[in-house]
């Protein structure tokens, strides 16, 4: 900032008036102008440029190619053993389900009903049989938990309303809807105990659901393979016999919630009995890696502000405008800010894979969340590095500019959109299983839109009462024909239309090329007292265009505005104007 004081310094003088502008007296000193000049130049260069103008090597390029190649590898890493633990659980979720659940067989809906009584009594006998002789019915490693010495046991807990007396028949009912819990405790075979189930009575007309916990205790050895310490695991499983509705179907349901974490005595035979230490140390160098990242982008970050409130003054005070809010953001450079936020999760994320290596935690969902979204913001941000090349910038311009104008139709667009599932979740609901959910509606409106499963929405609605049969016709042919024909059609012409502003306005700029530097000489020869202003706007161009005249002249690739270039031209005007 020491260039601004000169700067301000000289603009303290007198003040005349040329044309509709006003100057300060003695202009400023042609050093001081052509410094701040070339700090606007060089500011606003890609790291190419600015290797070619003053030999500085790009170290944030290099050191952002490294990061992502890094970051990479570690997400892959991580990803496989994400993999293997939620491979793990899941088939322990199966194995629940059939080794507890009688005549239960594989549906990618996950459903199991019971529809007598007779049927839920052989169910739960069944799961008790079942869990007292574990140990000589399952193919894996699943044993008791044992708790000071003594196995857990199963508990069957019976949920009921206080008092139920309903006669359909009579049309008469009397109900105490307050609920309440009985429970009873089994214990294995193998356990020792005496305590075993002899009677186990329900009274349906009051009964609500029938839930059975039991815990169970494994461990996972196929991350021996992968030269990983194998983790220990608690499931705690919960099967749920749900007849809440009192329709006389009652629905079963198996939950699991798992806990992992470091096995109390492990050998492995050629292990050293000590982590892997390798990716403990690759995991800090990622650290080191991004924490360095940040420095440097939030520095230039903060470079770039300064620059911005500098220019501020300096245009206000020569130039005697206020420099627009959009022309300020110019200053903050958005890649930059992309670059910090990835830096920062890839950090976090980090940090809590080394705990899950070194079995202080298991919080694989966070952590995979954390290194997934790092990730992706780091490849998104190699779009800045491919907008070096003419050929590629486009779309980048495209995507900025079409920006905009996108948001605000989807704004226009969810109104409607959201007016559609709010009236098919309410009328379709009841009877069609896609609508049965506002998430679910949400879901297949988008599937409708992307052309997926048409067929099929409509064939499930044919057999319904006639009215709703004939409003869903009328639901589904006015949302598809809108959003289809329309929606899409104006959504794809907004890009389309920027797209070829865009490049219209590259054309113009490669017919104006020799333009350019005949622009420059006018002001360096103005010999004439006209006013500023004038010329500017005698010369001035479309912001497109002076988007590109800009990326030509090696200032700057498509990221600043024309009050910039008109600033760059001032200095340069200031220079020869004596």
């Known amino acids: 900032m020491e260039e601004s004081e000169p700067l301000l310094a000289a603009a303290a003088q007198p003040r005349r008036v040329i044309g509709h502008a006003a100057w300060s007296g003695p202009f400023p000193e042609s050093t001081v102008v052509e410094d701040f000049r070339r ?63 009688k005549g239960y067989k594989d549906n990618w809906q996950g459903s199991h009903a019971i529809y007598s009584q007779a049927d839920l009594y052989d169910h739960i006998y069944y799961l008790i049989s079942r869990y007292s002789h574990l140990q000589n019915l399952t193919v894996g490693n699943l ?23 309903v006669d359909p028949g009579n ?22 105990n005496n305590k075993t189930h002899t009677n186990f009575y329900l009274d349906f007309k009051r009964l609500l659901s029938v839930n059975v916990y039991l815990t169970l205790k494994t461990v996972n050895l196929q991350t021996v393979r992968h030269h990983e310490l194998p983790d220990c695991y608690d499931f705690h ?27 109390r005595d492990w050998n492995v035979e050629g292990n050293s009995g000590k982590i892997d230490y390798l990716l403990v140390l690759f995991d800090t160098v990622v650290i080191v890696a991004c924490f360095t ?126 007016g559609y599932c709010f009236c098919g979740w309410i009328v379709l609901g009841p009877y069609h299983d896609k609508f049965r959910t506002l998430g679910k509606v949400t879901e297949c409106l988008f599937s409708l839109i992307n052309g997926d499963d048409m067929y099929a929405t409509f064939l499930k609605t044919r057999d319904n009462c006639y009215m709703v049969w004939l409003f869903s ?13 329309m929606v899409l059609s104006l959504f794809i012409a907004l890009i389309t239309d920027t797209y070829e502003t865009i490049k219209v306005s590259m054309f113009i700029t490669r017919k104006t090329r020799n333009l350019c530097p005949s622009f420059t000489s006018s002001w360096q020869n103005a010999e004439t007292s006209r006013s500023l202003e004038n010329t500017r706007r005698t010369w001035s161009l479309p912001p497109a265009v002076c988007l590109h005249v800009a990326a030509m002249d090696d200032v700057v690739t498509g990221r600043h505005t024309c009050a910039i270039i008109n600033i760059i031209f001032f200095l340069n005007h200031q220079l020869f104007w004596r």
């Not at 049309?171 to 020792?192: L, N, Q, R």
């Not at 999760?345 to 969902?365: E, R, V």
Request: aromatic share 14%; net charge positive.
């Open 39 to 101: 700090r606007l130049k060089y500011y606003f260069m890609n790291p190419c440029q600015k290797y070619r103008a003053r030999g500085r090597k790009p170290w944030k390029l290099m050191l952002q190619i490294l990061k992502i190649a890094i970051i990479t590898v570690q997400l892959v890493s991580f990803g496989l053993s994400n993999e293997m633990m939620v491979t793990f659980k899941e088939e322990n979720l199966m194995t629940f389900r059939h080794l507890f659940l």
């Open 293 to 418: 990242s940040l420095i440097l982008c939030s520095r230039s970050v903060i470079k770039g502000i300064q620059l911005q409130f500098e220019f501020s003054r300096f245009y206000h005070t020569f130039y005697n405008k206020v420099v627009s809010l959009s022309d300020r953001l110019e200053f903050v450079n958005g890649w930059y800010i992309l670059i910090i936020a990835s830096d920062v999760l890839t950090m976090a994320g980090s940090l809590m894979k080394i705990g899950i290596q070194t079995k202080f935690q298991s919080n694989y969902d966070i952590c995979s969340i954390l290194l997934g979204t790092a990730t992706m913001l780091s490849w998104v941000g190699v779009i800045r590095y491919l907008g070096f090349f003419k050929k590629y910038n486009i779309l980048i311009l495209t995507l900025r500019a079409a920006f905009p104008n996108v948001i605000r139709f989807c704004c226009c667009v969810a109104m409607i959109y959201l």
């Open 171 to 192: 049309d008469t009912f009397d109900i105490d809807p307050h609920v309440e819990k009985d429970c009873v405790s089994i214990y294995s075979a193998s356990s020792g």
């Open 473 to 485: 016709r009328l639901y589904l042919y006015s949302f598809i024909s809108l959003f289809i024909y």
């Open 237 to 263: 499983i919960t099967i749920i016999f749900d007849n809440r509705a009192h329709s006389g179907k009652i629905k079963v349901d198996v939950k699991n919630q798992v806990r992992i974490y470091e096995c």
């Open 143 to 165: 044993a008791y938990e044992r708790v000071g010495g003594t196995f857990t046991p199963l508990t069957v807990c019976k949920v009921l309303y206080r008092k139920s007396n």
